[in-house]
C-alpha cells in the first residue's frame, strides 16, 4: 500500500473521516469537452443532482441516459478543516467505475484504473484550509479487450457511443461506493498483513506483518471480543502468542481487534503515539490437502450462492439495507458461504462476512475473457477488428490486458489479505481456458498471484462448458476446480432433463480422471425461473422446473466425493442488458430481485440443513 489512506477508513486517536455521500452534481461529456471547457474549475454547465453512492443508470428515465457510454462528471463542494493542517489530507473513494480523473479546485490530483477496488489521491497542496474546495471527477464506463470487465465499445449508426459487454450482467456504472476526506498523520500505518499458527494445546500466534512510511517505532496489541488485551509485541514484524485462543469458524465468527501504534519514545503520554490503526481480525487456518478443503484442520463443504451487487434503482451502488438482507436470506437457507461473482464486493460486504462467518471466494473483476455469445451488439458490428478472434489470440491482452490484470489482482489482494472470511481467490470467471493462446497468460497470472498472499489461500478460477473436461488446457495451475455447469438449461433442457443428466456424469467422470488429487466446487449452476409461473408437469421457466433442475445436478454432486462445494447462480434475480434470452434480467435467483423466496429457496434449505 501506498498511503494510510487505502486501509479501511476507521476514526482513531490520529485519524478523522468526513464523509462525503449525499447528493452531487452531475453530467454526461459525450464530447469529451470538460477538462477543456474549464468543468474541474469552473463547475458543470445545468447538472443535474446524482445520489453518491449509486449507479446512475437507474436513476434516469430515458433510454439514451441509462445505455451511456463514454465520459461523465460529478463534483461536489467540501469544507475542509483547518485544524487538520498538521495531517495528510486524502479523497478517497470506495469505488468509481470503471476508471476516473479527480480534480480538486481545478487541479487535477489522481487517476485510477478498475471499478472496484478503492483509491486515494493526496490533496494537502491544493485544497483552502478552513474553506470551500470544490471536488469534480470525470468518470469513465467504456469497455474494452484490455478492460477488467471485458467487452467491446461500438457505435450506432447515428455515432452514439453504445457498450458491449462481454457478461451476463448489467454494466451499472458511476460512483457506486462511499467518497471520504480522510486525514491521517504524516507518519503512518500505511498497510498489514498477518498470517496464523494454531497449536494443539489450544494456544496460537498471530504473525503481523505491518507497514509504515516512516521510521518510528511499532507496537502491536491484540485485544478479545470483550476488549481485554490479550497479546503485545514490539517491532514492525513480531507475533503475538495466546494461551487460549478463540478461532474464527464457518458460521461460527469469533474476531480479535489488532491495534498497531506508531510511537516516539522521546515523548510521554500520548504524546508519544503518532499513529494508531486499529482493525478485527480471525484466527484460522485455510489449506487444500487432496481433495478436501480444510479451515482450521477440519473438512468444510461449501453450500451457498453466487451473489450481484444489484438491486432496484441503486443498481451496483452499496446499499446497506440489501446487503444485510441478503445474509438474513443466506443463513435463513442454511448457506455457509458465496463467491464475489464477478469482481471485488464492498468492504462492507466482507466485513459482514467476517463477523458471520460466511466462507467467501474473492473474485478479481476479469470477467469477459471470450467474444461472448451474448454480445449482441459485438456480433452484428462487422468492422469490430476483434470478430472471429480467440480473446487471448489478441496481442493487446497479452500484454495490455494482462498488466491490468495483474494492477487489479495486487489492489484485490491488498484490499482483502486480512479477512478471515475469504478462503481462495478466484482469478478469472469463465475465461477461454480451452485456447492454447490462454496457457502463457493463464501460467502469468497465478504465479504473480501466489507472491502476493502472506497467507497463501488456494488459486482458483471458474471453468465454463465451453471449456468441458478434456478441452480446458489450463486447469493445472488451479488448486481447486471450480466450474459453471448448466446441464439441463442451456445444454438438454426440457424433456431432455434426463440426457442432461448422463452428459453431466460423462463429464464428471473424465474429469475425475484428469484431476484425481484435487477438490471440486460447483461455483454456478442454475436455470431461469419466472417466480410465480406454475406448471404441471412442469416447463422451462416454471417454479416446479427449477426444483427439478436442481435436483437432478444434487444428485450428480452428491456422486463424488471430490465435491466439496455448490454454489447456486444466483441468489437473487438481478439486471443484465438486454436480449433474446433475457426477460428484464436474468431470473436464475432463487430469490426474486426483490428478495421474496421462489420454491428453489426452500427445497436449498431442506437440503442444507440437513448437510
Given at each position: ?226 476488549g481485554v488485551m490479550v497479546a503485545q509485541a514490539s517491532g514492525g514484524q513480531g507475533v503475538l502468542h495466546m494461551t487460549d485462543a478463540h478461532l474464527w469458524n464457518v458460521r461460527a465468527a469469533y474476531l ?356
Open positions: 500500500m501506498t498511503d494510510g489512506a487505502l486501509l479501511y477508513p476507521r476514526v482513531t486517536a490520529t485519524r478523522r473521516i468526513q464523509d462525503m455521500d449525499g447528493m452531487w452534481g452531475f453530467r454526461f461529456d459525450p464530447a469529451g469537452e470538460g477538462e477543456r471547457n474549464g468543468w474541474p474549475k469552473d463547475g458543470l454547465p445545468d447538472p443535474r443532482p446524482m445520489p453518491v453512492p449509486a449507479s446512475f443508470n437507474d436513476i434516469v428515465t430515458d433510454k439514451a441516459s441509462r445505455e451511456y457510454a463514454g465520459d461523465f462528471w460529478y463534483e461536489t463542494d467540501v469544507l475542509v478543516p483547518g485544524e487538520w493542517r498538521d495531517k495528510d489530507l486524502y479523497l478517497r473513494f470506495d469505488a468509481a467505475t470503471h476508471r476516473a480523473d479527480v480534480f480538486v479546485n481545478g487541479t487535477h490530483v489522481g487517476s485510477h484504473e478498475g471499478g472496484f477496488t478503492p483509491f486515494a489521491v493526496r490533496i494537502d497542496d491544493v485544497v483552502r484550509w478552513n474553506g470551500r474546495n470544490h471536488v469534480a471527477v470525470r468518470v469513465n464506463n467504456e469497455l474494452s479487450h484490455t478492460s477488467l470487465p471485458a467487452g467491446t465499445t461500438g457505435t450506432l449508426p447515428d455515432g452514439t457511443p453504445i457498450n458491449g459487454p462481454y457478461f451476463d450482467f448489467f454494466n451499472y456504472a458511476g460512483l457506486q461506493r462511499p467518497v471520504r476526506l480522510i486525514a491521517v498523520p504524516k507518519e503512518a500505518v500505511t498497510g498489514y498483513a498477518t498470517t496464523y499458527d494454531i497449536h494443539d494445546d489450544g494456544s496460537a500466534d498471530v504473525r503481523y506483518d505491518v507497514e509504515t512510511n516512516g521510521t518510528h517505532a511499532v507496537e502491536a496489541r491484540l485485544y478479545d471480543a470483550d480479535y481487534r489488532i491495534e498497531f501504534t506508531i510511537v516516539d519514545d522521546a515523548t510521554s503520554d500520548e504524546a508519544r503515539i503518532i499513529d494508531r490503526y486499529d482493525d478485527e481480525i480471525g484466527i484460522r487456518t485455510v489449506q487444500v490437502e487432496g481433495r478436501r478443503i480444510l479451515v482450521n484442520g477440519k473438512p468444510v463443504h461449501l453450500k451457498g450462492f453466487r451473489r450481484h451487487e444489484d438491486s432496484i434503482v441503486n443498481g451496483r451502488g452499496e446499499n446497506l439495507a440489501v446487503i444485510a438482507r441478503d445474509y438474513a436470506l443466506m443463513e435463513w437457507t442454511g448457506a455457509n458461504s458465496f463467491r464475489t461473482s464477478h469482481y471485488p464486493y464492498s468492504e462492507e460486504d466482507l466485513r459482514m462476512a467476517d463477523r458471520e462467518g460466511f466462507l467467501v471466494i474473492d473474485e478479481c473483476a476479469a470477467v469477459g475473457f471470450m467474444a461472448s455469445l451474448m454480445n449482441f451488439i459485438d456480433a452484428a458490428n462487422d468492422s469490430n477488428p476483434h470478430r472471429g478472434r480467440g480473446f487471448f489470440d489478441d496481442p493487446d491482452v497479452q500484454e495490455r490486458t494482462l498488466a491490468v490484470h495483474k494492477a487489479a489482482l495486487r489492489e484485490l489482494f491488498e484490499r482483502d489479505r486480512n479477512h478471515p472470511s475469504v478462503i481462495m481467490w478466484s482469478l478469472m470467471n469463465e475465461p477461454d481456458s480451452a485456447a492454447e493462446s490462454a496457457v502463457p497468460y493463464f501460467e502469468e497470472i497465478f504465479a504473480t498471484a501466489r507472491t502476493l498472499d502472506p497467507q497463501h489461500r488456494p488459486l482458483t478460477y471458474t471453468n465454463l462448458m465451453m471449456a468441458a473436461a478434456g478441452k480446458d488446457r489450463c486447469h493445472r495451475f488451479a488448486d481447486v476446480i471450480c466450474l459453471n455447469r448448466y446441464y439441463g438449461w442451456y445444454v438438454q433442457g426440457e424433456y431432455q432433463l434426463a440426457g442432461a443428466e448422463k452428459a453431466f456424469i460423462d463429464e464428471m467422470d473424465r474429469w475425475m480422471e484428469l484431476e484425481p488429487d484435487k477438490p471440486f466446487v460447483f461455483t454456478e449452476y442454475g436455470a431461469d425461473t419466472e417466480a410465480g409461473v406454475h406448471k404441471l408437469p412442469s416447463v422451462q421457466w416454471s417454479e416446479e422446473y427449477q426444483c427439478e433442475y436442481l435436483e437432478m445436478q444434487h444428485r450428480v454432486f452428491d456422486r463424488y466425493d471430490a465435491v466439496v462445494g455448490e454454489q447456486v447462480w444466483n441468489l437473487c434475480d438481478f439486471q443484465t442488458g438486454e436480449g433474446i434470452m433475457r426477460v428484464d434480467g436474468n431470473r436464475k435467483g432463487v430469490f426474486t430481485r426483490d428478495r421474496q423466496p421462489k420454491a428453489a429457496a426452500f427445497l436449498l434449505k431442506r437440503r442444507w440443513e440437513t448437510m
